[in-house]
């Protein structure tokens, strides 16, 4: 299949997962079609209504925000050459959905390890740090996250009841230097998308007093 040459790159969105010490990218996940609606929410971290009138307009830090996306995986298209695909034909899309899942389960050799040191006496069970997941929705939108909501709706299946077509409810919180430090990868990145937030707004059109119907301020 061809397309016409002008046309623009399609641009994915998708997940990159970093190794939190040394800052090596150990995995990058492309969404296969880009979601038609994302939403987000910003819950600002003000001292409003802490008592104190000199508080009024203090920020505690930067608002948590969290993101919602549904995403899709469809195999038709694969299913529809089965030998250029034989993964597929054998599997369905149960390997694009192990690599999003696996994002949140920790590896066995994690679990392996720890529950071989416990046994041993040799460390306390201890939660199992994860890899930094960064969200990329284009440029101008690279943010650390954690998943906090996941769920996935297996819609149909073939003859061996592999699923074929699935959607995935995804919720990410943003992690902002409140949460990480500035010394961290993920802190480093937040201040990158902050600023490239502060650079947008500069290029926003300005108003004036007179486009809201008054002169002046009381």
């Known amino acids: 299949m061809t397309t016409f040459p002008n046309s623009p790159r399609l641009v994915k969105a998708g997940l990159v997962l970093v190794d939190p010490q040394s800052a090596q990218v150990l995995k990058v996940i492309t969404l296969q079609y880009n979601p038609d609606q994302l939403s987000r929410t910003l819950a600002v971290q003000s001292t409003a209504g802490e008592g104190d009138r000199s ?4 920020l505690k830090g930067p ?3 969290t993101i919602k996306l549904e995403a899709f995986i469809d195999a038709t298209d694969h299913l529809e050459l089965p030998q250029n695909h034989p993964e ?35 460390i306390e069970i201890a939660p199992m740090q994860a890899p930094l997941t960064l969200f990329v929705w284009s440029r101008h939108r690279i943010v ?10 297996e819609e149909a299946f073939d003859p061996a009841l592999n699923p074929i077509r699935a959607k995935v409810s995804i919720g990410l919180r943003v992690l ?16 990158s998308y ?10 926003a059109p300005h108003a004036e007093m007179n486009s809201l119907g008054i002169q002046g301020l009381p």
């Open 144 to 153: 650390p996250v954690r998943i906090t909501e996941f769920s996935i709706t």
């Open 55 to 58: 508080d009024a307009l203090r």
């Open 88 to 122: 597929t034909v054998r599997s369905g899309i149960q390997p694009q959905l192990a690599v999003l899942e696996t994002i949140v389960y920790p590896s066995t050799m994690a679990l392996q390890q720890n529950a071989s040191q416990a046994r041993f006496g040799l």
């Open 176 to 191: 902002t230097v409140t949460d990480l430090g500035f010394d961290h990868k993920g802190g480093g990145v937040f201040m």
């Open 63 to 65: 608002p948590v925000e």
């Open 194 to 203: 902050l600023r490239a937030k502060e650079q947008l707004v500069a290029k």
